[in-house]
T-cell receptor
Framework: AAGVIQSPRHLIKEKRETATLKCYPI?????VYWYQQGPGQDPQFLIS???????DKGSIPDRFSAQQFSDYHSELNMSSLELGDSALYFC??????????????FGSGTQLSVL | GDSVTQMEGPVTLSEEAFLTINCTYT??????LFWYVQYPGEGLQLLLKATKADDKGSNKGFEATYRKETTSFHLEKGSVQVSDSAVYFC????????????FGAGTRLAVHP
């Protein structure tokens, strides 16, 4: 079965550069979530989208923005990167309103390293 | 606010030992509760879940019971294996909250032969 696909798997950037992370949800899933997991930390919710509209917002810095496109894939754009942005960024998807709507499927994550 | 508290790790056990990882929560309303597992270098995988009080989630020999009276969802396994070595996260979602997960800090489990 198809899973949540994230790209790239690894990304190395320098301070003050920009980065774009992509997430392709499971087909027919309408909701996408972004999480940030720092080294040795628990995942922190950043932002979510339902039917291409922002549905919830967590601890996402103003330097970051995200959107969900018409094909339901999502992109997380990160500007003016800082060393502290180095983390594993997870995307998850779900089908809101289904019988299994409380189950999120996670991608393998994008490991971002800011040098 | 809504939060999840789980026991600090690392938890180090010998193979075939009994495992308990404590998890308690604070939430308004009626949350659903989850255990996720993260193996080294991999993403989060759902291990088990419970959506209402007294429900028991189980998978791969792991169990957890939703205890509303003690606001707990402790993870247990009767006999751990080396392959269970991973980080375990307790988490909750709130009804009507678009399924946003709130995670505990994670507990690292190391199982030795």
């Amino acid at each position: 079965a198809a899973g949540v696909i994230q790209s790239p798997r690894h990304l190395i950037k320098e301070k003050r550069e920009t980065a774009t992370l992509k997430c392709y949800p499971i087909p027919r899933h309408d909701t996408v979530y972004w999480y940030q997991q720092g080294p040795g930390q628990d995942p922190q919710f950043l932002i979510s989208f339902y039917e291409k509209m922002q549905s919830d917002k967590g601890s996402i810095p103003d330097r970051f923005s995200a959107q969900q496109f018409s094909d339901y894939h999502s992109e997380l754009n990160m500007s003016s990167l800082e060393l502290g942005d180095s983390a594993l960024y997870f995307c998850a998807s779900s089908l809101l309103g289904s019988a299994t709507n409380e189950k999120l499927f996670f991608g393998s994550g994008t490991q971002l390293s800011v040098l | 606010g809504d939060s999840v508290t789980q026991m600090e790790g690392p938890v180090t056990l010998s193979e075939e030992a009994f495992l308990t990882i404590n998890c308690t929560y604070t939430a308004t309303g009626y949350p659903s509760l989850f255990w996720y597992v993260q193996y080294p270098g991999e993403g989060l995988q759902l291990l088990l879940k419970a959506t209402k009080a007294d429900d028991k989630g189980s998978n791969k020999g792991f169990e957890a019971t939703y205890r509303k009276e003690t606001t707990s969802f402790h993870l247990e396994k009767g006999s751990v294996q080396v392959s269970d070595s991973a980080v375990y996260f307790c988490a909750l979602t709130l009804s009507g909250g678009y399924n946003k997960l709130i995670f505990g800090a994670g507990t690292r489990l190391a199982v030795h032969p």
